[in-house]
């Protein structure tokens, strides 16, 4: 069974850091390219970062791009998102997600880590 | 890069056919996905390639792709069927999702 375990989300103050993980199991992890995805309160989804399954590429929106570091760590089954510089706006629910488990898309979703920044 | 568009709300009487549309300038050549999302719950995959239904999922929800406009049917929608729907896109080595709509069944 696939699963996705995010954790190390929190209260920060604007201008902190925090680091978020996700432990995955159920699934080869190093066969997939992870994603965080990100949800505000009573907002939409909006994807934030992927990495590919070495490592050998990232991709950030435009929102997180300078502040955010998405790894991996495939011999830990684990993801991460260094998320620095934070802002009141990055208050949201992050959810780490795989693409291609069995359908080409975001086929399985953990139940996300809260991120609040606030002063 | 491009944006995807969806209506915010969609109404529709149990029984009844609901349709979401999602449009975007590049929708064209790309596959679209659609996510149902019920309050409190993550998100779950209802449709892949613009019309293709993952296991488990109701045979009710159908997609369809036209141009640059994705759509999202659900026949004989019923009660449990009420939650946010969102599409979703890849623009190069990017995501793209809709703002999400949220279906009520009166």
């Known amino acids: 069974e696939v699963q996705l375990v995010e954790s190390g989300g929190g209260l920060v103050k604007p201008g902190g850091s925090l680091r978020l993980s996700c432990a995955a199991s159920?699934?080869?992890?190093?066969?997939?390219?992870m994603n965080w995805v990100r949800q505000a309160p009573g907002k939409g989804l909006e994807w934030v970062s992927s990495?590919?399954?070495?490592?050998?590429?990232?991709y950030y929106a435009d929102s997180v791009k300078g502040r955010f570091t998405i790894s991996r760590d495939n011999s830990k089954r684990s993801l991460f998102l260094q998320m620095n510089s934070l802002r009141v706006e990055d208050t949201a629910v992050y959810y780490c997600?795989?693409?291609?488990?069995?359908?080409?898309?975001?086929?399985?979703w953990g139940q996300g880590t809260m991120v609040t920044v606030s002063s | 890069s491009y944006e995807l568009t969806q209506p915010p709300s969609v109404s529709v009487s149990p029984g009844q056919t609901a349709t979401i549309t999602c449009y975007g300038g590049?929708?064209?050549?790309?596959?679209a996905c659609w996510y149902q999302q019920k309050p409190g719950q993550s998100p779950v995959l209802v449709i892949y390639?613009?019309?293709q239904r993952p296991s488990g999922i109701p045979e009710r929800f159908s997609g369809s792709h036209s141009g640059n406009a994705a759509t999202l049917t659900i026949s004989g929608t019923q009660a449990m069927d009420e939650a946010d729907y969102y599409c979703q896109a890849w623009d190069s080595s990017t995501v793209l999702f809709g703002g999400g709509t949220k279906l009520t069944v009166l």
């Open positions: 159920g699934f080869t992890f190093s066969n997939y390219k």
């Open positions: 590049k929708l064209g050549d790309k596959y």
């Open positions: 390639q613009d019309t």
């Open positions: 997600v795989p693409i291609g488990i069995t359908y080409d898309a975001f086929d399985y």
């Open positions: 990495i590919s399954l070495s490592s050998t590429s990232m």
